[in-house]
């Protein structure tokens, strides 16, 4: 804008050149009005404001007389953006992060702004050398459509990852620790050799917490950088560490100011001993045990801090576990935020703690635990503001939600069902309740089974799951049995969490079975079994778990007691019993890895008749398969001899060539395993394991006995491999859980078995949903 001559007074505003902006609205943005004096500040604020509102490309001010001239040039209407040379990011996705608009003002200021957020998106993807292009093709009417041309370049990687200043530790025990990795042929799947500098600050921290725990208490992590190559293709990371002195642990004592708590009685648990390398980590694990111990015997507000004195001559940490009770602070209101679908009271029944009750800082870490465990939220925070009085504190729990239905399709092929498909429709907060609900089918070679799930976790408002099932279930075993079998029924079922470890669960179950389709040359144990059952069975579960993860446990252990009663109706009366436990070793601190475990399992069941039952095999336990891996499914254990056609007093039977598999009374396994992490193949998802199992079984339960020559003529059958003596098998095998689904297999090795067992060297499962 030209020198605005100044004095006198601005008469009028005259606006030209707006044609779509409504001349009130651009006074309304001027600084001066009219009746103002012509002031050279006051009009160069109002310029500048115009410009400000971005709806203009040019501004200019004249005087006529007393009148101000405003001349416009309106910025362009925007009427498309597309996004052109995009594959690694979505149209959806780069939209999200840009502000241009369809039907909003064009400005270049923004376009400029909005490509930098498009680079940003592809930073993200680790393709730093991507280039974005903004291309501005005019339209009438003053309209724009806005190209944002797009060349993506290939992936920037990582090519080398150095350190610098460590001793105590080879690069390649280090590069072990890092999440981050160096670019290699086999980690096609995986994003670890992306560089991401939020990873490099996340990777400082592992590496602080991997010398802590290794005894180096003065451990920092100076500088971690990532260099781009000239050609921008790779990069080059490096880490600068300095790791100070390495020390053991020294003494350990406690003091105690908590009332009616002495120091000895705390003694018993500590869990770290003299002369061992100071674990930061276990010594802070030990606190939170101890104060989690205190406040369950009722002492809510105990505090148990670590305090360490370094002693470098010696090289050793004394380490004191000062004990005290923390301030006095209790729950004054609980407010329940965000939960538009959930209602408040299945929030706040998972909350550890109630208005009135002590509030501790491990209330609010299991708060939000619990709360993302439903699995109703995509984000959840617990925060706090001062209360009423200073020993009263207000709690707020933050929510949003996410959907919580849930459609799967999906396929698989398994040694067991041979290729299936399944499809399901689930609903894990039905209306907001709490109740999960869901019908699901799967079709397979060997198998059809449709199921209808109903639970509620809290069933009366009270701490019990509840739920019914409804299920139809076909099983084709014509590639180990002679036969078929079909079950229809109804399942009722509750259980009751005792404590978090200790829980029980009940279930009634009515089952109508039918055995068919058995080959008119399977044994007479079979054909005579043929036929319509009807099974009432109550059963029963206690089950102890201090396992870490339930899912994939890597320490604790895990013990059921199962029982199943037989004979509430119905023409079946047995008595069966199973007890299962399994347990699990870490090997963190032995091999330097977390993805080393020891896991034991041992198992033993029995079952007994009363009341005259039926005796059917359908019931009986088999040994194989996954209970004994390099064994067919039932493929140890009792079973029939194939004989060949006879005439018997006149009459010509037909021969029994196949096999049946008749289960067993009693059973007993064993399986020791140690799960490893695959070499070259961790970043995939590979993991690997070497398994021993054994186990037993014997007992032949079936409702008569066919093995006496000849008194049992014609249905003399005979039977082998009723014996208790151990079956023994080896061998390796590996998990992936690779794109495609979930890929289990095992090669299994008999080390010890009978003559007749029949075995299998391979074990292959695959499964995805989606």
Same mark, same amino acid.
């Given at each position: @804008? ?23 609205? !651009? ?23 115009? *410009? ?29 953006? !597309? ?43 680790? $393709? ?18 806005? !190209? ?36 290699? /042929? ?24 991997? *010398? ?19 050609? %921008? ?115 706040? $029944? ?19 635990? @619990? ?6 939220? +995509?984000?959840? +925070? ?22 919580? &239905? ?31 609900? #869901? ?28 739920? !019914? ?54 044994? /007479? ?5 043929? #036929? ?14 201090? %396992? ?11 013990? $059921? ?51 005259? #039952? ?33 005439? /018997?007093? &006149? ?26 992490? @695959? ?9 690997? %394991? ?81």
């Amino acid at each position: @804008m030209a020198h605005t001559p100044t004095g006198g007074v601005i008469e009028s505003i005259d606006i030209s050149g707006n044609d779509r902006i409504e001349t009130n609205t !651009v006074l309304s943005y001027m600084v001066v009005q009219p009746g103002d004096p012509f002031n050279q500040d006051q009009l160069d604020r109002s310029l500048k404001t115009l *410009y400000a509102t971005g709806l203009f490309r040019d501004v200019t001010l004249h005087r006529a007389g007393n009148v101000l001239q405003v001349h416009l040039v309106e910025n362009p209407i925007v009427n498309r953006i !597309v996004f052109e040379g995009n594959h690694a990011a979505k149209d959806e996705d780069l939209r999200k992060v840009i502000a241009l608009r369809p039907r909003a003002v064009f400005s270049t200021q923004t376009t400029a702004a909005d490509r930098q957020k498009i680079l940003g998106v592809y930073a993200e993807k680790a $393709r730093y050398a991507a280039t974005v292009t903004p291309q501005i093709i005019r339209l009438s009417h003053n309209r724009v459509d806005v !190209v944002f041309q797009i060349n993506e370049a290939t992936q920037t990687l990582i090519k080398k990852i150095s350190f610098v200043g460590n001793r105590a530790f080879s690069e390649a025990r280090l590069a072990q620790v890092v999440s981050s990795k160096e670019t290699a /042929w086999y980690r096609f799947f995986a994003s670890s050799d992306e560089y991401n500098p939020e990873r490099l600050r996340y990777d400082g921290e592992l590496l602080r917490r991997f *010398y802590l725990r290794n005894g180096f208490v003065d451990f920092q992590v100076k500088n971690a950088t990532g260099e781009l190559s000239p050609d %921008r293709k790779s990069f080059y990371v490096t880490f600068t560490v300095d790791e100070g002195l390495r020390y053991r642990l020294g003494r350990v004592n406690i003091r105690s100011s908590l009332k009616h708590v002495p120091a000895a009685s705390l003694r018993k648990y500590i869990e770290l001993f003299a002369n061992q390398w100071y674990d930061g980590s276990a010594v802070q694990h030990n606190a939170t045990d101890m104060e989690e111990i205190l406040q369950g015997q009722g002492h809510p507000f105990a505090m148990v801090r670590p305090e360490i004195a370094r002693n470098p001559e010696k090289r050793t940490v004394d380490l004191l576990f000062d004990v005290s009770e923390g301030p006095r602070v209790y729950v004054e209101r609980i407010d329940i935020n965000g939960n538009t679908i959930t209602e408040d009271k299945v929030i706040r $029944r998972n909350l550890p703690m109630a208005e009135g009750d002590p509030y501790t800082p491990s209330e609010r870490k299991y708060a939000k635990a @619990m709360l993302q465990d439903l699995g109703y939220f +995509s984000s959840v +925070s617990i925060d706090q503001s001062p209360g009423s009085a200073p020993d009263k504190i207000n709690v707020a729990a933050n929510l949003v939600e996410k959907p919580t &239905g849930e459609f799967s399709l999906g396929g698989g092929y398994s040694t067991d069902v041979g290729i299936l498909g399944n499809i399901g429709l689930k609903q894990h907060n039905l209306l907001g309740s709490g109740v999960d609900a #869901g019908i699901s089918g799967t079709m397979a070679y060997y198998q059809r089974q449709a199921d209808i799930s109903v639970s509620d976790p809290y069933f009366l408002n009270r701490n019990m799951v509840a739920g !019914v099932d409804i299920f139809a279930i076909q099983n084709n075993y014509q590639t180990y049995q002679n036969y078929s079998e079909g079950r229809y029924g109804i399942s009722f079922r509750m259980g009751y969490s005792y404590n978090n470890h200790l829980s029980q669960s009940f279930s009634y179950s009515l089952t109508d079975r039918d055995i068919d389709n058995a080959y008119s040359d399977a044994s /007479w144990y079979v054909l005579k079994q043929t #036929g319509w059952s009807l099974l009432s069975q109550l059963s029963t579960t206690l089950t102890y778990d201090t %396992r870490d993860n339930r899912m994939n446990p890597h320490s604790g252990y895990v013990v $059921r007691l199962a029982g199943d009663f037989a004979g509430i109706g119905g023409n079946e009366r047995y008595l069966r019993g199973k007890l299962d436990a399994a347990y699990y070793i870490p090997l963190d601190d032995l091999m330097g890895n977390h993805d080393w475990t020891v896991a034991l399992t041992a198992g033993a069941g029995d079952i007994v008749n009363w009341g005259g #039952g039926r005796s059917d095999i359908i019931d009986n336990f088999y040994l194989g398969g996954s209970t004994l891996r390099g064994f067919m499914d039932g493929g140890a254990g009792p079973r029939t001899m194939g004989i060949p056609a006879y005439t /018997w007093q &006149g009459v010509t039977y037909p021969m029994h060539s196949q096999e049946d598999f008749l289960g067993g009374r009693f059973m007993y396994t064993g399986s020791a395993t140690v799960n490893f992490p @695959m070499p070259l193949a961790a970043d995939m998802g590979i993991k690997g %394991r070497y398994f021993v199992d054994m186990g037993g079984l014997d007992g032949l339960r079936i409702p008569r006995r066919y093995t006496a020559y000849p008194q049992d003529m014609p249905y003399y059958t005979p039977v082998y491999s009723d014996t208790i003596k151990p079956r023994v098998s080896t061998g390796v095998g590996f998990s992936w859980k690779s794109p495609f689904g979930l890929i289990n297999i095992d090669l299994g090795i008999p080390v010890l078995k009978e003559k007749h067992d029949r075995t299998r060297l391979f074990r292959f499962g695959f499964g995805q949903q989606f």
